[in-house]
C-alpha cells in the first residue's frame, strides 16, 4: 500500500490542491472564481496559473476529480517528472492561449488540463508506437472518449474554449517533448 502511496502521490497532491482550494472557495461563496483566466487583461494573466485549481461549484470539482485521477495515473506511468513537466506545460500553454483567444468571462476549473491529459496520452502513443503506450491510449479513450463532446460550445457557461486549448496544449507539449523510439538521448 505504501508503494501505491508513493507512485500515485503527484496527482494525489495534485487533487488535494484542488479540494483545498475548492473548500476555501466554498467558503468564501465562490468569490475565488475573480482569480481565474480573464481573457485580455492584467488581471487574468494570474488566472493562467491559478484557473486549473479554481472551480464554479462543488459539482465542478467533482466531476473533474474522477478524470484527472484516472487519466492522471496514467500519465503517471511515465514517471513523476513527465507528470509534473507536462501539467506545467499544459496549465500555462493552454492558459496563455485562453488568455489571447477565448471569450470575456471568466475561465475556471480543471477540464483543460483534463482534456491536455487526454491529448497528452493519445499523441505519446502515436510519437512511441509501443505496446504500452498503445493501451494507456486505448484506455483512454474508450474511458474517456466522450469527452471530445466537450469541443462543441454547447452551453455558454462552459468554457469549451479551456477544452479546446487544454487539448491543443497536451498534444503540441506531447509532441515537442516526447522522443520517438529510435532516436537516442544525449
Given at each position: 500500500?505504501?508503494?501505491?502511496g508513493k507512485k500515485f502521490k503527484p496527482v494525489l497532491i495534485l487533487l488535494a490542491l484542488i479540494w483545498?482550494?475548492?473548500?476555501?472557495?466554498?467558503?468564501?461563496?465562490?468569490?475565488?472564481?475573480?482569480?481565474?483566466?480573464?481573457?485580455?487583461?492584467?488581471?487574468?494573466?494570474?488566472?493562467?496559473?491559478?484557473?486549473?485549481?479554481?472551480?464554479?461549484?462543488?459539482?465542478?470539482?467533482?466531476?473533474?476529480?474522477?478524470?484527472?485521477?484516472?487519466?492522471?495515473?496514467?500519465?503517471?506511468?511515465?514517471?513523476?517528472?513527465?507528470?509534473?513537466?507536462?501539467?506545467?506545460?499544459?496549465?500555462?500553454?493552454?492558459?496563455?492561449?485562453?488568455?489571447?483567444?477565448?471569450?470575456?468571462?471568466?475561465?475556471?476549473?480543471?477540464?483543460?488540463?483534463?482534456?491536455?491529459?487526454?491529448?497528452?496520452?493519445?499523441?505519446?502513443?502515436?510519437?512511441?508506437?509501443?505496446?504500452?503506450?498503445?493501451?494507456?491510449?486505448?484506455?483512454?479513450?474508450?474511458?474517456?472518449?466522450?469527452?471530445?463532446?466537450?469541443?462543441?460550445?454547447?452551453?455558454?457557461?462552459?468554457?469549451?474554449?479551456?477544452?479546446?486549448?487544454?487539448?491543443?496544449?497536451?498534444?503540441?507539449?506531447?509532441?515537442?517533448?516526447?522522443?520517438?523510439?529510435?532516436?537516442?538521448s544525449n
Amino acid at each position: 500500500m505504501k508503494y501505491l502511496g508513493k507512485k500515485f502521490k503527484p496527482v494525489l497532491i495534485l487533487l488535494a490542491l484542488i479540494w483545498v482550494v475548492e473548500i476555501v472557495n466554498i467558503l468564501t461563496g465562490h468569490s475565488l472564481s475573480n482569480w481565474g483566466i480573464l481573457p485580455r487583461t492584467m488581471s487574468g494573466l494570474m488566472g493562467i496559473p491559478l484557473s486549473p485549481f479554481i472551480h464554479g461549484s462543488l459539482w465542478h470539482a467533482i466531476s473533474n476529480t474522477v478524470p484527472l485521477l484516472v487519466l492522471g495515473s496514467l500519465l503517471l506511468t511515465s514517471g513523476h517528472k513527465r507528470f509534473w513537466m507536462t501539467t506545467i506545460g499544459i496549465v500555462l500553454f493552454s492558459g496563455l492561449l485562453v488568455w489571447l483567444f477565448a471569450r470575456g468571462s471568466y475561465h475556471i476549473g480543471a477540464s483543460g488540463l483534463v482534456f491536455g491529459y487526454f491529448g497528452a496520452l493519445i499523441t505519446r502513443a502515436v510519437i512511441m508506437r509501443s505496446f504500452p503506450s498503445m493501451i494507456i491510449a486505448l484506455v483512454t479513450v474508450l474511458l474517456y472518449g466522450g469527452i471530445l463532446w466537450g469541443l462543441i460550445p454547447l452551453r455558454s457557461y462552459v468554457s469549451f474554449e479551456g477544452h479546446f486549448f487544454g487539448l491543443l496544449a497536451g498534444i503540441i507539449y506531447t509532441w515537442m517533448t516526447t522522443r520517438k523510439p529510435f532516436e537516442k538521448s544525449n
